[in-house]
């Protein structure tokens, strides 16, 4: 298993920028596919974006060209830089890690509000 703790998360206006971050326990990142993903009030948990052991990105449609995920494997973190946000990208966002069999690691997730 592996232990993720998010951090960054806040309230920023519309249009802004926030970087969130997501500490490993252990270095997972040239394993595993790890990511983020958030679960607005009231809506599914959605994918944002994931990054592989290899460095291959995926992104919702929803954020590309707008959010950036990276690695550093020194720091044991995973962070998702938020361009140009949205009040749409309100929600509690989550990091994953997929450690594969069927065994996912989350943590605890970060709020992120955006006011019009």
């Known amino acids: 298993q592996v232990q993720l703790v998010e951090s960054g998360g806040g309230l920023v206006q519309s249009g802004g920028s926030l970087t969130l971050s997501c500490a490993a326990s252990?270095?997972?990142?040239?394993?595993?596919?790890v990511g983020w993903y958030r679960q607005a009030p009231g809506k599914q948990r959605e994918l944002v974006a994931t990054?592989?052991?290899?460095?291959?990105?995926n992104y919702a449609d929803s954020v590309k060209g707008r959010f950036t995920i990276s690695r550093d494997f020194a720091k044991r973190r995973l962070d998702l830089q938020m361009n140009s946000l949205k009040p749409e990208d309100t929600a509690v966002y989550y990091c994953?890690?997929?450690?594969?069999?069927?065994?996912?690691?989350w943590g605890r997730g970060t709020q992120v509000t955006v006011s019009s």
């Open positions: 990054i592989t052991s290899g460095g291959t990105t």
């Open positions: 994953n890690a997929d450690l594969g069999g069927g065994l996912k690691s």
């Open positions: 252990r270095n997972i990142f040239s394993i595993y596919t």
